[in-house]
């Protein structure tokens, strides 16, 4: 004959077979394995078994709890994934996916990448500078007194307490000489800013990058080879690049850089690309000021600088027609750099 707690688990298998849903599961757990369930229960009523009988009917009882909780375990999960796939059936699978978009370097970041690795090659390190400053790094080091014209055609924005937006990345020569001593060979990549009328070729943010290279004998032959070999680089080998002489207050001569080749769009034209030039020794001079040596003296040290347009360069690079398209954070026309 069946022992009284068998016939209880079979019953209690049973009812939790059963159960239709969650709430009818709790009741058959709580009725069975509750403080006062019928399986509890038992616990209690073995104290008054006799001796022998205890063990017995111990294992039984241990087994029977055991039974009944896996059985409870079991039909909760069931309940569990039944309501899983039921959510996943109202998926439907024929609507088109949420794509990850993946994303790209903007042009521009693009063409500093490429310039800064060009110039690696060449042993220029990366300098850097900030884009508010003071009058002095960025024009009277710069041999650029505040009478001189060239102070009225890079007309900027200033703040309050008389600092302004840079106008151009030339500031960061003084900075890298003002800390190091000779010899130098940096470029500084960076934002340069005017108070422009806005156009297709004219923004008020744009972007430099600034070479300075200051050694014992340099002269415009070495600048003329470093700048042609960079355009050559960039543009294809059969790249033409001419120097034409102009006037810069920090350089002497100075020169400024044009490009042409056949493998751009409009490869016939001459395209203005860079300022450049051979380091004036009033700029060392006021350098030594600020140093308080005489690190960069001018007879014994010479070199060159550039200011390259990154704007203009990609423009060409990429056949870009419009400056503002830089900034607009337009999709379209992001897209066809990615
Ligand atoms: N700073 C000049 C500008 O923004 C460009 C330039 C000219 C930079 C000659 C130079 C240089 O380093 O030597 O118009």
Redesign the pocket.
Same mark, same amino acid.
């Given at each position: 004959m069946a022992h009284p707690l068998e016939q209880l688990r079979d019953d209690a298998l049973r009812e939790i077979e059963s159960a239709g849903d969650v709430q009818s599961l709790e009741a058959a757990r709580v009725k069975y394995l509750g403080r006062s369930g019928s399986v509890s229960a038992w616990g209690e009523q073995m104290k008054t078994l006799a001796t022998e009988e205890k063990p017995v009917v111990g294992k039984l009882l241990n087994e029977v709890r055991n039974a009944v909780s896996a059985a409870l375990d079991l039909r909760a999960q069931q309940f569990r994934s039944q309501k899983e796939s039921a959510s996943l059936g109202q998926i439907d699978i024929s609507l088109p996916g949420t794509p990850h978009e993946i994303g790209a370097l903007h042009p521009l970041t693009q063409m500093w990448e490429r310039s800064i690795e060009i110039f690696r090659r060449m042993g220029f390190a990366l300098a850097d500078g900030p884009d508010i400053e003071d009058e002095w790094h960025c024009f009277d080091a710069l041999n650029t007194p505040p009478e001189h014209p060239a102070r009225t055609e890079q007309d900027t924005f200033y703040l309050p307490d008389g600092r302004l937006l840079r106008?151009? !990345?030339?500031t960061v020569?003084i900075r890298t000489m003002e800390s190091t001593p000779p010899p130098i060979r940096v470029i500084s990549p960076g934002a *340069?800013y005017r108070n422009e009328e806005i156009d297709a070729t004219h923004a008020a943010q744009f972007h430099?990058i600034?070479?300075?290279y200051v050694d014992e004998n340099v002269s415009v032959a070495d600048l003329k080879g470093a700048l042609e070999f960079f355009m050559r680089e960039l543009f294809g080998a059969g790249t033409e690049v001419e120097f034409r002489p102009h006037f810069?207050p920090? !350089?002497e001569p100075?020169l400024e850089v044009y490009v042409r080749s056949k493998a751009l769009k409009g490869g016939e034209q001459w395209i203005e690309v *860079?300022?450049?030039?051979v380091?004036h020794p009033a700029v060392f001079e006021q350098v030594n000021k600020a140093r308080g040596d005489k690190a960069y003296d001018p007879e014994k040290w010479s070199g060159?600088?550039?200011?390259l347009g990154m704007d203009r360069l990609a423009m060409i690079l990429f056949d870009i027609p419009d400056l503002r398209l830089f900034a607009q954070n337009d999709l379209r026309f992001l897209r066809q750099f990615a």
């Amino acid at each position: 004959m069946a022992h009284p707690l068998e016939q209880l688990r079979d019953d209690a298998l049973r009812e939790i077979e059963s159960a239709g849903d969650v709430q009818s599961l709790e009741a058959a757990r709580v009725k069975y394995l509750g403080r006062s369930g019928s399986v509890s229960a038992w616990g209690e009523q073995m104290k008054t078994l006799a001796t022998e009988e205890k063990p017995v009917v111990g294992k039984l009882l241990n087994e029977v709890r055991n039974a009944v909780s896996a059985a409870l375990d079991l039909r909760a999960q069931q309940f569990r994934s039944q309501k899983e796939s039921a959510s996943l059936g109202q998926i439907d699978i024929s609507l088109p996916g949420t794509p990850h978009e993946i994303g790209a370097l903007h042009p521009l970041t693009q063409m500093w990448e490429r310039s800064i690795e060009i110039f690696r090659r060449m042993g220029f390190a990366l300098a850097d500078g900030p884009d508010i400053e003071d009058e002095w790094h960025c024009f009277d080091a710069l041999n650029t007194p505040p009478e001189h014209p060239a102070r009225t055609e890079q007309d900027t924005f200033y703040l309050p307490d008389g600092r302004l937006l840079r106008t151009h !990345t030339s500031t960061v020569q003084i900075r890298t000489m003002e800390s190091t001593p000779p010899p130098i060979r940096v470029i500084s990549p960076g934002a *340069a800013y005017r108070n422009e009328e806005i156009d297709a070729t004219h923004a008020a943010q744009f972007h430099q990058i600034e070479g300075l290279y200051v050694d014992e004998n340099v002269s415009v032959a070495d600048l003329k080879g470093a700048l042609e070999f960079f355009m050559r680089e960039l543009f294809g080998a059969g790249t033409e690049v001419e120097f034409r002489p102009h006037f810069f207050p920090f !350089t002497e001569p100075s020169l400024e850089v044009y490009v042409r080749s056949k493998a751009l769009k409009g490869g016939e034209q001459w395209i203005e690309v *860079a300022g450049s030039g051979v380091v004036h020794p009033a700029v060392f001079e006021q350098v030594n000021k600020a140093r308080g040596d005489k690190a960069y003296d001018p007879e014994k040290w010479s070199g060159y600088a550039f200011g390259l347009g990154m704007d203009r360069l990609a423009m060409i690079l990429f056949d870009i027609p419009d400056l503002r398209l830089f900034a607009q954070n337009d999709l379209r026309f992001l897209r066809q750099f990615a």
